[in-house]
Nanobody, 124 residues
Framework: QVQLVESGGGLVQAGGSLRLSCAAS????????MGWFRQAPGKEREFVAA????????LYADSVKGRFTISRDNGKNTVYLQMNSLKPEDTAVYYC?????????????????WGRGTQVTVSS
């Protein structure tokens, strides 16, 4: 069973940056498709970014394109989300997700393992 643990969240002013990390258990991490999602209070969970098994292909939500970058280090079993030019509307709990079959999509139903999330708060 895959376990995912997010870290790196916090409070930042608008225009600032944060880097989220997601550490995964499991010997086959390098074959997983990985995604980042977020959920603001009172809203549904929404797609942020996804990456394929070797980092060669990525997907982004339009709202974060050009500001956020997803990457992975298979040697460290870790996926990252670099967030720059943060806006108050980026405030949410950010979740890491894994698909052990290697798919990487913008749909929550693709993923079969989820972390508990890390809070990101952007002040204006």
């Amino acid at each position: 069973q895959v376990q995912l643990v997010e870290s790196g969240g916090g409070l930042v002013q608008a225009g600032g940056s944060l880097r989220l990390s997601c550490a995964a258990s499991g010997r086959t991490f390098s074959s997983y498709g990985m995604g980042w999602f977020r959920q603001a209070p009172g809203k549904e969970r929404e797609f942020v970014a996804a990456i394929n098994w070797n980092g060669g292909n990525t997907l982004y939500a339009d709202s974060v394109k050009g500001r956020f970058t997803i990457s992975r280090d298979n040697g460290k079993n870790t996926v990252y989300l670099q967030m720059n030019s943060l806006k108050p509307e980026d405030t949410a709990v950010y979740y890491c997700a894994a698909d052990r079959q290697g798919y990487y999509t913008r749909w929550t139903s693709t993923y079969d393992a989820w972390g508990r999330g890390t809070q990101v708060t952007v002040s204006s």
